[in-house]
């Protein structure tokens, strides 16, 4: 049930994800369209591209289902699998803290979704770093 809590709660964190994003150096159009469209984007290979369906729908209904806000998404091959990162604002302001602190060392938390072997799908942080505007994953 959306309540004016909930509201109020999703635009602080959209407030939360815009910085993060400008501290990332992420392209300027891609901010500009997620604040006025909350639109998602996808970084990969160097570059910014729209999200595929299936991905969008799957961070939207991960989103939902955990109360975070996703801000960007990183296609990533790592390890020898093929990956999806979730970055995202948590829905707990107290943990914005330690996020941001974090980010100062370019690492960000990340709902990665593993394409190759889905059960190694997991959250917690990777490291990142800027790339013409799009991001890539370092770690």
Known sequence: MVNDETLENFESMKIEALKRMKKLSIDQSVIDDFQNNNELYCSGNGKID??????KDRA??????????VYHIIHAFIFGCETYEFLHVSCYKEDWDFENEILE????MVRSENETIPEYSESGSIRVQSLNGSLIRIN
Not at 50 to 55: K, L
Not at 60 to 69: A, D, H, N, R, T
Not at 105 to 108: A, I, K, L, R
């Open 50 to 55: 729209s999200v595929p369906s299936e991905i």
């Open 60 to 69: 939207l209904k991960w989103q939902q289902e955990f109360g975070c806000l």
């Open 105 to 108: 060392d370019g690492w960000v």
